[in-house]
């Protein structure tokens, strides 16, 4: 059974710091990418960063580049997203998400598809930023 599970939210003032976790299970960890994904209150689903656990590439979406940064231990089959000066428009649900097609995940990731169709997801951690 696949299986993503993310962890590491919480609560955090305006300034502060996170690192989330998605650990992953059932699935050739090293054949995916993995992406991170979240959604606001009343908004649309927004693509965040991944990363090619083959060779380590990473991309993010402009809204985060230079404050959060992606990383991954295949030993663990776990990928985690490091969120430094966190804002209060930050507040969301955080999701991780698998694809085996690295181009389609950063297509996904780095621009605002229709769809976030990706072969596997989480179920997500709240992230709350308060002011």
């Known amino acids: 059974e696949v299986q993503l599970v993310e962890s590491g939210g919480g609560l955090v003032q305006a300034g502060g710091s996170l690192r989330l976790s998605c650990s992953t299970s059932?699935?050739?960890?090293?054949?995916?990418?993995i992406g991170w994904f979240r959604q606001a209150p009343g908004k649309e689903r927004e693509g965040i960063s991944c990363?090619?656990?083959?060779?380590?590439?990473?991309y993010y979406a402009d809204s985060v580049k230079g404050r959060f940064t992606i990383s991954s231990d295949n030993a663990k089959n776990t990928v985690y997203l490091q969120m430094n000066n966190l804002k209060p428009e930050n507040t969301a649900v955080y999701f991780c998400a698998a694809d085996e097609d690295l181009i389609h995940t950063i297509m996904v990731v780095t621009t605002a598809p229709p769809n976030f169709s990706m072969d596997y997801w989480g179920k997500g951690t709240l992230v709350t930023v308060s002011s």
């Open positions: 059932g699935f050739t960890f090293d054949d995916y990418t």
């Open positions: 990363i090619s656990t083959s060779d380590g590439s990473t």
